[in-house]
Every structure is written in structure tokens, then in C-alpha cells.
């Protein structure tokens, strides 16, 4: 059955193409995301060729490890074998790290490039993607500050490069680029379906090709706890696995397999050192309290009404949440979330905070008994029980702190107040976005009008595999202006941080799928991650996508080829 599904979906992903065209042998260096700058003199070229050198400073691992990336993608795309040497005398291309900054550590990170407001998100700046791309007849050199400027430079010249065999005429250049934001996230949900360690890694091979520095991953839910925690090794083994999957939209129709699948610590750090070296940052998730019954089917005490409770088989939100007037739930989450920040080094720990229904707690003795406890009031405003749900939120974010880590949760957070340090995401549109932006909370833009990517891309949907619903094409996603302008202040709009996309997998179980959904909206995201207000214009961005197409045809990724 899954295999059939799988020649469906993959004969669904061939829409009509649209027309490829080719450069064979020369570059162009206008390529998505766009440089901030391009100045080219077409007339002069210097022109690369087999047996040619990059040279680097072999002392430096990172700036070696951009020449190896360099080299690999240069014979990937047209063929020609360049030497790696650091002592070349007349090197094809050369990486070069300013004298002011040999060493890769990162300057203060800042919420928009050029602000003063402090973002502190894992180490990752504006400015440390900065970087230089200069072509004399002395060849190419990529100049930076920081190593990560070093590999965004090497990504440009890389999708410069034609697709074909033989030298490869370079004209003229002197690029000057730098991204507009700090966080420029992408969003994957592995805990509805589960893709193998090599599909993810595929995944941040895409990111990092389009300028992505942050990946947000989903790995517990309702229908599948898919991240191992060695205090509690039934929780992975037991909770990742649902006995049948619902067909469609929630149809009454199962499917009878028994569907699972976990990542092992190990795995996780894996994924974390093969992000970090394509310089992005890995944000887990574990949402809590509510989507929580896959943990709840393994730890029925643990909910309000003690089960018992199924791995959830079908779409949707359960109304089977943590009980929070259980001291034991509080254990639970901090030994999750202890071991979840052994594993994974990155300063935001996201722990979802969305859609908690309160069902269960307005009839539990025991939430009730802990709303007297605290002697929550009514404020006008929040429910107690939503006021209990911001209690958890508070005890966490102080676990948190403990580790020097900030909270990031869905911008349902915001609701009962949050420290200085806790990032809100807004997910619900905007409006809670600017909410914390004018509360001087960071903020990353993710609105379903915008950057839902589980949504159709296109309006002819039977054309399509599957999806959620709704319809979100790459020119919605092209469109949005993530600093709300006119409705923010210039010093409101220093707190965000930068916009995300977000790819939820309910209906997603197939690699092809998955990105098809990705790209090419991943481009358009891009552009608005990375680009300046001024430079987009869409009509001229679905001119400069035939290239990355053909990029994406040599890679043997699937994608949408039509553009609406």
C-alpha cells in the first residue's frame, strides 16, 4: 500500500514543468538569494579549469572544510577537478578570512543587521554571514570576517556555476553581500511522520544552500514521541509507535499499520554536528502541555483522567493534555527537557505552548486543587485554567535558565507574560508578533497566511498529493514584509529577529513529497530572509529559479514546477 502511495505521489509531484533555461559554461551571478551587491564587467572573464587550485589556510579547520565543500560542488556541477592546496602560488580561488577576525568566534548578535537591539540566538549575527566575492584575472577570492561569511560565499559561487561539463567562464565580479536578518528559520515536523536521519540531513542541505541558518525541528506530538530519553526509555520505544494511521482527512478509515520510528541521542548529535557545520543552528521542540498523548500513552498517571490513552491515530489536537495539578509532570518535563539540552547545544529550547485545550483541567480535582494553591484569580483577561497553563510555562522557563537556555514557544506563550529573555513565535498571523515586539520580546514572524508550506502551492489541488488545505503560493510567501511596518516602530521592529516557514508532515509520509511541499517556496523565503525590501521584485526572482531547477534536477530533489 505504501508503496503504491509512494509511485502516486511520485507521478502527482511531475506537473508540467516550467521551460529550463541554460547558460552552458558561463556564471551568473544573480543568483536566489539575491547579493545585496553585484557589480560585473561582462566583457572580461577568467576562466576556470580542470587541474586549477583553491587554496586556503590549512590551519584554520572550518575555512579547510569550506575548500572540501567548494571542491565537491565545483566537480558536482561541471565536472572540473580543482586541487585543494594552501600553498598555491597562483590559485583558480582562493578563501580568505579578514586579519581582524582569524579566530571564528561570533561578534554580539543583533535582532535585524545594523540594529543595537540584542538577540543572543546561539551565536548566529547578520554580520557573521557577511562576505566578499571578487573575479580578476587573478581568479576568484571569497574574503569574510567569520567563517560562516566564508561558506555563504562558497554557496554563491556554487549557484553561479552552469550545469555542464568543461571550463566554466567566470566574469568579472566584485559582489558585496550580507543578509538582512539574524534568524533565518525553517521549520520540519518529524514527530507526525518520521523521515530517516539522511532525509533530514538532505533537508539541511537544502537550507544551507539557500542561506538558512536555524532549523526548528518538531519531534513530539500526539501521534508519535520520536526523541530518546534514557531516564525513561519506554517513552521513545513505546510512544513513537501508532498502531494504525488514519486515511485522509480524518476519514473513519485506518490504514492497519503499525507505524514508528525514533531518533537516538546519538542521531540527534549527528544531526546537530553535520547542521553545525553547514552553519545552522538546530532548535528542538518538545511541546508541552498540551500534544503530549504519545508521552501520556507510555506514563498514563501523568494525565488528568489516567487513560488509557492510544498513540493518537488520527489528525488534530486531543483534548488529553499533561495534568498540571500533578507534581510528577513537572519531574517528567524537566528530565525531558535536561537531557533534550545534553543534546542539543542551542541557546532557544522550544517547548511549543499552543493549542492546550482545558478541557480536562476544568474537571481534574488536582488542577483544580493547584488553581487554589496558587491562588490564581480571574483576571478579565485569561480563564484560570489558561492562567495555570502560563504557571508550567513560568516553572519551565526557570529549568531553563538553569542550563543557560532562553524558552521559545508559539505566540499562545505570550498570553500569561513571559520573562525578557523567551522568544515568542507568531504563528496565529501577526498579531501576536507585534504584540511581543511592542512588549520588547524577541520575535520570529511565522503566520500560516504567509509561511505555511503545508499548504497547497497551487489552485489546481488535484494535481497535487495531499495536503492540509488552504493555499499559500511561492508569490504569498515572496510578498511578506516580516517587520510589520506602519504597524511597528522603528525601534519595535529591532525584536524581530527574522521570518520562518513551516512545514507540518499529517499528510506527508513520502522524502518526495516532503519536498515538493519545501521548494520552491524555501527560495522564496529566502529572498525574504536574506534580501532587502527594495531588492525583490517577484517577476524577476521566477526568472532566476530555472537555475536553482536545474541545480535541484542534478541533486535528485523533487520540487514543484510550476510557480503560482
Not at 165 to 170: A, I, K, R, W
Not at 202 to 229: K, S
Not at 357 to 385: F, T
Request: with cysteine.
Amino acid at each position: 500500500m505504501r508503496k503504491l502511495l509512494s509511485v502516486i505521489l511520485w507521478s502527482a509531484l511531475m506537473i508540467v514543468s516550467m521551460p529550463l533555461s541554460t547558460m552552458a559554461g558561463r556564471a551568473d551571478y544573480r543568483v536566489i538569494p539575491l547579493p545585496e551587491s553585484i557589480q560585473t564587467d561582462t566583457t572580461k572573464v577568467f576562466t576556470l579549469q580542470p587541474g586549477m587550485t583553491i587554496a586556503y589556510d590549512p590551519a584554520n579547520a572550518e575555512v579547510a572544510r569550506t575548500a572540501q565543500f567548494l571542491s565537491q560542488w565545483i566537480e558536482q556541477q561541471t565536472g572540473l577537478r580543482l586541487q585543494l592546496s594552501p600553498t598555491a602560488k597562483k590559485p583558480a580561488i582562493r578563501l580568505t578570512l579578514s586579519a581582524h577576525s582569524a579566530s571564528s568566534a561570533a561578534p554580539a548578535s543583533s535582532a535585524v543587521s545594523g540594529s543595537p537591539a540584542s538577540s543572543a540566538v546561539s551565536g548566529f549575527a547578520a554580520g557573521n554571514d557577511a562576505y566578499s566575492l571578487t573575479v580578476t584575472k587573478a581568479g576568484v577570492t571569497i574574503a569574510a570576517p567569520y567563517p560562516a561569511g566564508l561558506f555563504r560565499g562558497a554557496q554563491t559561487l556554487r549557484k553561479s556555476l552552469p550545469l555542464s561539463d568543461g571550463p566554466v567562464e567566470l566574469p568579472f565580479v566584485t559582489i558585496a553581500d550580507e543578509p538582512r536578518f539574524s534568524y533565518r528559520g525553517v521549520h520540519l515536523d518529524c514527530a507526525r511522520h518520521y523521515f530517516p536521519v539522511a532525509v533530514v540531513k538532505q533537508y539541511l542541505d537544502l537550507l544551507a544552500l539557500h542561506g538558512c541558518n536555524q532549523l526548528h525541528w518538531h519531534i513530539t506530538d500526539d501521534q508519535g514521541w520520536r526523541f530518546e530519553v534514557k531516564a525513561l526509555p519506554d517513552l521513545a520505544a513505546k510512544g513513537s509507535i501508532r498502531q494504525q494511521t488514519v486515511i485522509g482527512r480524518n476519514t473513519g478509515l485506518y490504514d492497519g499499520q503499525p507505524y514508528g520510528g525514533y531518533y537516538t541521542q546519538d542521531e540527534c548529535r549527528e544531526i546537530v554536528r553535520y547542521a553545525a557545520e553547514r552553519y545552522i543552528n538546530v532548535i528542538p521542540e518538545i511541546d508541552l502541555p498540551g500534544h503530549m498523548q504519545a508521552a501520556l500513552h507510555v506514563y498514563p498517571s501523568l494525565g488528568c483522567t489516567g487513560g488509557p490513552y492510544p498513540v493518537w491515530q488520527v489528525w488534530g489536537v486531543s483534548e488529553d493534555v499533561l495534568c498540571a495539578g500533578n507534581p510528577d509532570v513537572l519531574t517528567f518535563i524537566k528530565t525531558v527537557l535536561g537531557e533534550l539540552c545534553d543534546v542539543f547545544p542551542s541557546r532557544l529550547i522550544h517547548i511549543g505552548g499552543d493549542e492546550c485545550p482545558k478541557v480536562r483541567w476544568k474537571n481534574c480535582p488536582k488542577c483544580q486543587a493547584k488553581i487554589r494553591e496558587l491562588q490564581l484569580k480571574d483576571d478579565g483577561k485569561h480563564s484560570l485554567e489558561n492562567q495555570l497553563q502560563s504557571y508550567i510555562n513560568h516553572e519551565v522557563e526557570k529549568f531553563l535558565t538553569t542550563r543557560g537556555r532562553n524558552l521559545i514557544g508559539w505566540d499562545e506563550t505570550l498570553e500569561g507574560g513571559l520573562t525578557e529573555g523567551a522568544v515568542v513565535m507568531s504563528w496565529r498571523g501577526v498579531n501576536g508578533g507585534i504584540e511581543a515586539a511592542r512588549q520588547h520580546h524577541r520575535v520570529i514572524m511565522a503566520p500560516t497566511d504567509y509561511c505555511y508550506i503545508d499548504y497547497y502551492q497551487l489552485k489546481d489541488t488535484w494535481n497535487q498529493p495531499l495536503g492540509i488545505g488552504g493555499y499559500v503560493p511561492a508569490s504569498k510567501v515572496y510578498s511578506f514584509e516580516p517587520l510589520m511596518p506602519g504597524k511597528l516602530t522603528e525601534e519595535e521592529q529591532q525584536y524581530i529577529l527574522g521570518p520562518q516557514v513551516n512545514l507540518w508532515t499529517e499528510y506527508i509520509a513520502a522524502p518526495e513529497h516532503l519536498f515538493f511541499m519545501l521548494l520552491p517556496r524555501l527560495d522564496a523565503i529566502s529572498e525574504v530572509q536574506w534580501c532587502q525590501p527594495g531588492q525583490k521584485d517577484f517577476d524577476d526572482f521566477k526568472c532566476r529559479l530555472p537555475r536553482m531547477m536545474q541545480l535541484y534536477d542534478r541533486l535528485h530533489v523533487s520540487y514543484c514546477r510550476k510557480v503560482e
